[in-house]
Nanobody
């Protein structure tokens, strides 16, 4: 069993910055890709950014040049640095981890609220 714990959400004014963290804990697993997704009420969860175990990244067009995903493999932690935040970035942000524990299992965190005021 793997647990993902997110932190770093909160309220920020437009143009501000936040840094989200997501730490994976458990035993007997390895992590392939990790990612951040977000969801607003009434909408589907959408991709924000992903990063592979060797550091290859992928971003949604809406966050390119503003958000940066990174990871510390030694700590099983993924980060999302969010700069130049906009009110439309307001959402619950979820991290996920594509793990291998004999079989491939995708885990999700509990979510952290990010609110950007105008």
């Amino acid at each position: 069993q793997v647990q993902l714990v997110e932190s770093g959400g909160g309220l920020v004014q437009a143009g501000g910055s936040l840094r989200l963290s997501c730490a994976a804990s458990g035993s007997g697993f390895s992590i392939n890709a990790m990612g951040w997704y977000r969801q607003t009420p009434g909408k589907q969860r959408e991709l924000v950014a992903t990063i592979t175990s060797v550091g290859s990244t992928n971003y949604a067009d809406s966050v390119k040049a503003r958000f940066t995903i990174s990871r510390d493999n030694a700590k099983n932690t993924v980060y999302l640095q969010m700069n130049s935040l906009k009110p439309e970035d307001t959402a619950v942000y979820y991290c996920n981890a594509d793990t291998l524990q004999r079989v491939r299992i995708l885990y999700w965190g509990q979510g952290t609220q990010v609110t950007v005021s105008s």
